[in-house]
């Protein structure tokens, strides 16, 4: 059994073309979910992406246009599994990402540098392994060049759970 979540917190925008946000896939027993999450960009409801705004501009330095929306993104793909799992996980619960950039040279380090504060501190901090993951140069991604970064992700709402049950029990 599955389904779908259209929107998470913090509004996310609406899709561009016809697909889900988050797709949750159930399995036997119960509360154990796998979330697929699609490619997630930093683009807000009203159509603005960060740092830009409505328009391109040029002034923006690519680096720090791209830790923006790495940002922003992570914290998007946050809200997605905690709401998709009812408050039990958040961005701990990711097992793959998968990063698109549409210039390796100009934001692969501020992609990283972005991902290690987020994603490799909370997995540090809390004990998990790393998430896999990909990142690879495309032409372009909708709806236009202000679009540097987009994400997406597998995440499995049992493997957080087992950790915090075993974490609970010794103690």
Same mark, same amino acid.
């Given at each position: 059994?599955?389904? #779908?979540?259209?929107e998470?917190? *913090?509004?996310? !925008?609406?899709?561009?073309?016809?697909?889900?946000?988050?797709?949750?896939?159930?399995?036997?027993?119960?509360?154990?979910?796998?979330?697929?999450?699609?490619? #997630?960009?930093?683009?807000?409801?009203d159509?603005?992406?960060?740092?830009?705004? $409505? $328009?391109?501009?040029?002034?923006? %330095?690519?680096?720090?246009? %791209?830790?923006?929306?790495?940002?922003?993104?992570?914290?998007?793909?946050?809200?997605?599994?905690h709401?998709?799992?009812?408050?039990?996980?958040?961005?701990?619960?990711?097992?793959?990402? &998968?990063?698109?950039? #549409?210039?390796?040279?100009?934001h692969?380090?501020?992609?990283?540098?972005v991902?290690?504060?987020?994603?490799?501190?909370?997995?540090?901090?809390?004990?998990?392994?790393?998430?896999?993951? &990909?990142?690879?140069?495309?032409? *372009?991604?909708?709806?236009? !060049?202000? &679009?540097?970064?987009?994400?997406?992700?597998?995440?499995?709402?049992?493997?957080?759970?087992?950790?915090?049950?075993?974490?609970?029990?010794?103690h």
């Open positions: 059994m599955s389904d #779908t979540v259209s998470s917190a *913090g509004q996310p !925008a609406k899709p561009l073309a016809s697909y889900s946000l988050v797709h949750k896939v159930h399995f036997n027993p119960p509360r154990q979910h796998l979330l697929y999450i699609s490619g #997630t960009t930093a683009r807000l409801p159509g603005q992406i960060p740092p830009y705004g $409505h $328009h391109f501009s040029v002034t923006v %330095a690519p680096d720090l246009a %791209a830790a923006a929306q790495t940002e922003i993104i992570l914290s998007k793909i946050a809200s997605a599994i709401n998709s799992s009812d408050g039990a996980a958040g961005l701990e619960a990711i097992v793959e990402m &998968t990063i698109f950039v #549409t210039d390796l040279n100009k692969y380090g501020a992609v990283n540098e991902y290690n504060k987020v994603v490799g501190k909370l997995f540090e901090d809390k004990e998990l392994p790393l998430p896999a993951r &990909t990142c690879v140069q495309v032409s *372009g991604m909708p709806p236009d !060049a202000r &679009t540097l970064v987009e994400i997406k992700g597998v995440a499995v709402i049992s493997h957080v759970l087992q950790y915090y049950s075993s974490k609970w029990r010794l």
